[in-house]
């Protein structure tokens, strides 16, 4: 104890009147870090205040003025109900190749022709939305990403996401190393062949499994425990229970959420998991280092890295993370071959460049559940591009944007 | 999305959600003001959305994760976000809002007052200039023409000695983990 008996208390009190300077809230933070005793006195502390706290809240605050206070802030107050949401549907593609004036190709008539067999590049003008994956456009009404001038693209994405709550990405590896955990009860296991999976959980969650996931769980999952083992990409919408949190294990790092909806990929090669939320909240952490968790702040990606036991947060940069179950896509001025790559991964396809000069190339465009076909149909009518289907995948050909 | 909420229902939310939500967010950031003005973006934010979210399913999940989140947001741009201090609070890695849901009983308010009432009277008024005016150690200082450390010495003396006197009332299950 400091020589000073009330010094600790002095500083609980500071802290708890939001007086506390960041030095002191450290300093606070290891004194409690280091004596059990000093952790139940500050709780007490605590208790204390949050229920004084409470009553004064309860007594002071007055919800009509504070009401009057929120009116004027309201955009379109006087227009009753109907929000700004039409949803638009189809696309826009503009092509931004070579940087010159006036550049910008319009997407039209139909260039490239992608040699799938018995199929023709479809119609510029008359897309059809549903042409995409059909057993995932079923499911939902389609969601289109449009872009706005106001807003960045991928905001817009998010937005659109927020509409099933909350989400995130995940890379789980590696899974098998879990196993044991569970060894006890009778693990019950799904797995999605060659395309997607969509399945409820005994708790009512909902999951979707990307082709060749897997999931595990045990028997009496959703009795006394909600845990379960990805390997894979899946999409999960967990029902809401504050009891029974819902937990993604891999290895010794962990995914936590009482009731939200998140992408997770999962791959079982390198040992380290990544979820990135757009909206909602989600906990990570490593085994036996709970303390240690953190939480993730919407449109941040937190990489677990198990080997030293690292969380690094970082903001996420690819609006396209979950365009592997919504197939909407959306494309800001990028390089071509980076979106190849993307292309590449969401449809599983093996599309390449004949000639490296057309790496450079950009394009600003979106995609809304759009076969494969389409999306290459725009790029090649964009960009000027043929492009050839051989055994082994597709090839893009064309003179390169400078 | 068919039944957005309407004036009428986002008024009602409003009224029902603002205090509760108002009390979830001063845990986090300890400061009456940034958590009223915390919870006001967030109905704001959420008027501007409404046409996107169920409000039979997802508008409190909604409300009390943007609190949450912007509390968060808050304690790091203020660098006061300590994860073990939050650990301890139940604060994190999450927090439920329904927890808060609830205020104070009544029997838990007379016990509150009766010993604020008796407190030695620098003290109360300390007290009371901090928690109801919500004025920081500096302006009441000011107020009083005491000094800062004074002041700290009141607030720290005045929470102690209702710790002290509310001990067996307070709702126990405050696990510390």
Redesign the interface.
């Known amino acids: 104890m400091n020589t000073n008996d009330t010094y600790y208390t002095d500083l609980i009190t500071r802290y708890l009147s939001g007086e506390a300077l960041p030095e002191e809230i450290s300093e606070l933070s290891s004194w409690i870090g280091s004596n059990p005793e000093h952790a139940t006195l500050f709780s007490e502390f605590r208790k204390t205040w949050e229920s004084i706290t409470a009553d004064q809240v309860e007594q002071q605050l007055d919800p009509s003025k504070e009401w009057e206070v929120l009116l004027p802030k309201l955009k379109g107050i006087g227009a009753q109900g109907t929000g700004p949401g039409a949803q638009g549907q189809g696309h826009r593609a503009q092509g931004t190749g070579p940087k010159q004036e006036g550049s910008g190709h319009r997407a039209q008539g139909s260039g490239l022709r992608a040699k799938a067999p018995g199929q023709k590049a479809p119609d510029i003008e008359s897309w059809d939305p549903a042409s995409g994956i059909r057993h995932l456009a079923s499911e939902k009404e389609p969601k289109v990403i449009q872009m706005e001038s106001n807003r960045l693209p991928w905001q817009v994405v998010m937005i659109r996401a927020s509409l099933i709550a909350a989400i995130a990405l995940v890379l789980l590896i590696p899974a098998w190393m879990t196993y044991h955990y569970f060894s006890a009860t009778d693990m019950v296991r799904l797995t999605a062949s060659g395309e997607v999976l969509e399945a409820v959980l005994p708790d009512g969650t909902t999951i979707s499994l990307n082709a060749y996931a897997s999931i595990s769980y045990p028997e009496n999952y959703g009795i006394n425990n909600r845990e379960v083992i990805l390997n894979g990409q899946g999409y999960f919408e967990v029902n809401r229970d504050s009891l029974l949190p819902f937990v993604i294990t891999c290895g010794s790092s962990k995914l936590e959420v009482l009731g939200t909806s998140f992408f997770v990929d999962a791959e079982q090669a390198a040992g380290n998991m990544e979820v990135v939320l757009v909206d909602g909240s989600v906990a990570v952490y490593f085994e036996d280092a709970r303390s240690t968790g953190k939480t993730i702040i919407p449109g941040e990606k937190a990489k677990l890295i198990q080997t030293d036991q690292r969380i690094i947060i970082s903001p996420n940069e690819d609006p396209n993370f979950m365009a592997w179950k919504t197939h909407n896509l959306i494309f800001l001025d990028d390089r071509l071959d980076m979106i190849l790559t993307t292309l590449n991964k969401i449809y599983q396809s093996n599309i390449t460049l004949a000639n490296e000069n057309l790496a450079d190339c950009r394009l600003t465009a979106t995609f809304s559940q759009q076969s494969l076909e389409s999306v290459l149909s725009v790029i090649g009518v964009t960009l000027d591009l043929q492009s050839e289907t051989t055994p082994s995948g597709i090839i893009l050909y064309g003179k390169g944007c400078n | 999305?068919p039944n957005?909420?309407?004036?009428t229902e986002f008024?009602r939310l409003?009224?029902?959600e603002?205090?509760g939500l108002?009390?979830f967010s001063?845990?986090y950031?300890?400061?009456?003001e940034a958590a009223?003005e915390i919870v006001?973006e967030a109905?704001?934010g959420l008027?501007?959305?409404?046409?996107?979210?169920d409000p039979a399913r997802?508008v409190k999940?909604?409300l009390s994760?943007t609190v949450?989140?912007r509390s968060?947001?808050y304690l790091r741009d203020?660098?006061?976000f300590?994860?073990?201090?939050l650990?301890?609070?139940n604060l994190?890695?999450?927090a439920?809002y329904?927890q808060?849901d609830n205020?104070?009983v009544k029997e838990?308010?007379d016990k509150?007052?009766e010993a604020v009432s008796e407190l030695p009277e620098r003290c109360r008024e300390v007290f009371l200039l901090?928690?109801?005016e919500h004025l920081?150690?500096q302006a009441i200082a000011d107020k009083l023409q005491i000094s800062v450390k004074t002041v700290?010495?009141q607030?720290?003396k005045a929470?102690?000695h209702?710790?002290i006197r509310?001990?067996d009332y307070?709702?126990s299950g405050?696990p510390?983990?």
Do not use: C, G
């Not at chain 2, 300590?82 to 201090?85: A, K, P, Q, V, Y």
């Open positions: 999305m957005a909420l309407d004036k008024e409003f009224k029902n603002f205090k108002v009390l001063i845990q950031v300890k400061d009456y009223r006001q109905f704001i008027w501007d959305k409404r046409s996107q979210i997802q999940s909604y994760t949450r989140n968060l947001n203020n660098r006061k300590d994860t073990r201090l650990t301890q609070e994190f890695p999450l439920s329904e808060t205020l104070v838990l308010q509150i007052h901090s928690r109801n920081k150690y700290e010495t607030m720290s929470l102690q209702l710790r509310l001990k307070l709702p405050y510390s983990t």
